[in-house]
Every structure is written in C-alpha cells, then in structure tokens.
C-alpha cells in the first residue's frame, strides 16, 4: 500500500472554532491533525490505500 498525504480545508462564515475538533473525529477524521490560520481550518491526513480513490 502507498500513503497518501492530503489536506481538507475548511472555511465558514460562521466561524471556525476548536470545537469543531470532537464532531470531526466523531464523523471519522480521527487521524487527521487539526491547525488553524485565521478563519480557516486545515485538516492534514496521511492515510494508507491501495490507491487514492479509496482514502
């Protein structure tokens, strides 16, 4: 298997916070690293697969 390094980034008009951290791991981003930069959110991910459509 090949690792695959990605980042989701999360922007909202509402405000990013850090309690979003428990409702993103509840929902499976549990091996993502959480950073923030101004009103943005910055998920990281190393995740292993077969290819990269099955992360």
């Not at 690293?33 to 959110?41: G, H, P």
């Not at 990281?44 to 077969?50: I, M, P, Q, Y």
């Amino acid at each position: 298997m090949k690792t695959y390094e990605f980042t989701l980034v999360l922007e909202s008009s509402g405000g990013i916070s850090d309690q979003m951290e428990d409702p993103l791991f509840e929902a499976g981003c549990d091996d993502a690293i959480l950073s923030f930069r101004n009103v943005i959110a910055y998920l990281d991910f190393d995740r292993e697969a077969e290819n990269l459509d099955k992360n």
